[in-house]
């Protein structure tokens, strides 16, 4: 098994139980291929790890912007929580090299997908509450999403990724930028949107959300990003 100790040292975390954080990087593939040595994935614990982000990212929002609607509190939670911004924070503290995976899927790019490594972002979140408490998770979660959540009040609450990207392309262009939802995740009440945006069929960037319009936007503020 990986020596999870550099990866407690990124999140200055200390696990009593080293089995939960076993569990949080492991993927069902690795489960399937090795039922007796891990028995257990981490899709429990990215579903607790989900709740508790979510909890915690509407607190500060709710605490900090205290005469901002209730609708565009909605919409930044989103932002903050979906799966790009996950997948960008699971790679700075390179949690790729962590993973547990089975054949199948380390052989088809799982190390990196967003999926998994969001998922499992999520699931570490989880077992540091279980492991450490609440307190301790409040702070992890405030240190992992620093910068992102810095972020919001220079860029300012009624900002549109969209319509902020389609001023740029068409000025220097001439194009508007088409978006398109290449997959849908998750169940039928809880559904995850894949979107891209492209000019003249070349994709620009990627989006996840929890709805149509939050991918298209997150797809938007990807290609931002880049410009920036």
């Known amino acids: 098994m990986t020596d999870l100790i550099a990866l407690q040292k990124s999140l200055n975390i200390s696990f009593r139980d080293i089995s939960l954080l076993r569990q949080a990087l492991t993927h069902s593939s690795y489960t399937n291929e090795n039922p007796k040595t891990a028995p257990i994935h981490n899709e429990r614990l990215e579903f607790l790890g ?11 929002l709710f605490k900090f912007l205290p005469n901002t609607s209730e609708g565009e509190l909605t919409r930044l939670r989103a932002a903050l929580v979906c799966r790009s911004t996950l997948y960008q924070i ?7 090299r962590y993973l547990y995976l089975g054949k199948g899927e380390e052989a088809s790019g799982g190390r990196n997908k967003p999926t998994n490594l969001a998922s499992a972002l999520e699931a570490i ?6 492991d450490n408490g609440f307190n301790i998770t409040i702070e992890l979660i405030l240190c992992l999403f620093d910068e992102y959540l810095k972020e919001i009040p220079k860029k300012g ?5 969209k319509s902020k990207l389609q001023q740029i392309t068409q000025s220097r262009q001439q194009e508007t930028p088409i978006y398109r939802i ?9 559904p995850e949107f894949t979107a891209e945006v492209s000019i003249s069929n070349k994709i620009l960037g990627i ?9 298209e936007a997150e ?9 920036e």
């Open 50 to 60: 989900d709740s508790i982000l979510g909890m915690i990212i509407a607190e500060r």
């Open 90 to 96: 699971a790679k700075t503290i390179e949690l790729n």
């Open 125 to 130: 979140i989880a077992a540091v509450f279980l």
């Open 157 to 161: 609450m009624d900002i549109d990724y």
């Open 182 to 190: 290449t997959h849908v995740s998750g169940s039928s009440h809880e």
């Open 207 to 215: 989006g996840y959300g929890k709805s149509k319009k939050i991918a």
């Open 219 to 227: 797809a938007a503020r990807s290609v931002l990003e880049q410009v």
